[in-house]
């Protein structure tokens, strides 16, 4: 799978018009109706601690690599049957690509 490179810039304003109504980024603050994003990559699917996870997230146990990110946020409820997340997705790839690059600076 070959990922275009990503713009963390345009990334920032896609999370922010598209991810932040549920999803943050900062170290320390608390989950909104999804969970804190801090730590994303490396960690295990349904790990964060103190957020209420869909069983079918829990069970995924896929572990957050570009890759894996690139493929769940095109269709969520695709990669993750059951998932309690609504978002339809990024159908385009440059708009996932710009999205994680965004996400690997922001959640180190």
């Known amino acids: 799978m070959t990922i275009p ?24 603050e608390p989950h909104k109706v999804g969970p804190n994003l801090n730590g994303l990559f490396g960690r295990s699917s349904g790990s964060a601690a103190g957020f209420s996870y869909s069983a079918a997230m829990e069970k995924k146990k896929v572990v957050w690599s570009e890759e894996q990110m690139f493929i769940y946020l095109e269709n969520p409820k695709k990669f993750v049957p059951g998932t309690k997340m609504v978002f339809a997705g990024f159908k385009k790839e440059q708009d996932r690509a710009d999205v994680i690059a965004y996400l690997k600076q922001a959640t180190k």
Do not use: S, Y
Not at 5 to 28: I, P, S, W, Y
């Open 5 to 28: 490179a990503g713009d963390a810039t345009n990334g920032a304003k896609l999370f922010k018009t598209r991810c932040a109504q549920c999803h943050v980024v900062e170290k320390g």
